[in-house]
């Protein structure tokens, strides 16, 4: 069965470093998501692309934070530099189309910690 | 402001008891909610998803109802086991937005 993948699974690192997140959506998926998720609450979208384009990045800190998605397959979020606040599980979830409906399947994420 | 109330926010029951889990929102206008269980440590996955017409659906022993009028879901979780034990979020597209609303979810132990 088809698999969003996401690496690293776990990354340590102290504030005011650069870290960067990568993920592999389901072969075909048009549409691909970044979340941030903060132990104890609900994934936070951070930016949705439908195939290169970014569709929305509203709620993405762009101080800091950037997302790329160049030929339209595979994804890079970045953080620069990383504060404490940061620390949190990042999602990638991929979708075949945009729509209402469409499911999206979530990878197993990048659990961040900044110290 | 759209927001999504999960609750409760944790439950502990035995194995092979039932249990309800629920969901009130006030997303408006309405489009589909959908009920997803996460693993600890890994992504959530989709259990059922709900539009405006419907008011119950079935996926094996998870069963989501929603009435659209009062804007309440519930899980229904029958028979539990030891791999019931998860969070479960609900999440509401809608209001405008499509942008989904996440809950905070509700987190499940089953004990033996």
């Known amino acids: 069965e088809a698999e969003v993948a996401q690496s690293p699974r776990y990354k340590i690192t102290e504030k005011s470093q650069a870290v960067a997140f990568w993920c592999d959506p389901i072969?075909?998926?048009?549409?691909l998501y970044w979340y941030r998720q903060i132990l104890g609450q609900g994934p936070e979208l951070l930016v949705q692309?439908?195939?290169?384009?970014?569709?929305?990045d509203s709620q993405l800190p762009k101080d800091r934070f950037s997302a790329e998605r160049l030929k339209g397959v595979d994804s890079t979020l970045k953080i620069q530099p990383a504060e404490l606040g940061d620390s949190a599980m990042y999602l990638c979830?991929?979708?075949?189309?945009?729509?209402?409906?469409?499911?999206?399947?979530f990878g197993p994420g990048t659990r961040l910690t900044v110290l | 402001k759209n927001q999504v109330e999960q609750s409760p926010q944790s439950l502990i029951i035995l194995e092979g008891k039932n249990c309800t889990l629920q969901?009130?929102?006030?997303?408006?206008?309405?489009?589909?909610l959908r009920w997803y269980k996460q693993d600890t440590g890994r992504g959530p996955v989709s259990l059922t998803i709900?539009?405006?017409?419907?008011n119950t659906k079935s996926n094996g022993r998870y069963t989501a109802t929603l009435d659209a009028d009062t804007k309440q879901s519930s899980l229904h979780i029958t028979a539990s086991q030891l791999s019931d034990s998860a969070s479960y979020i609900c999440?509401?597209?809608?209001?405008?937005?499509?942008?989904?609303?996440f809950g905070r979810g509700t987190s499940l132990i089953v004990h033996p």
């Open positions: 979830a991929s979708s075949l189309l945009a729509g209402d409906v469409d499911t999206q399947y």
């Open positions: 072969s075909g998926h048009a549409t």
């Open positions: 692309f439908q195939d290169e384009s970014v569709v929305d």
């Open positions: 969901c009130n929102y006030t997303v408006s206008p309405f489009s589909n």
């Open positions: 709900m539009t405006f017409s419907e």
């Open positions: 999440v509401v597209r809608g209001g405008g937005s499509y942008i989904p609303t």
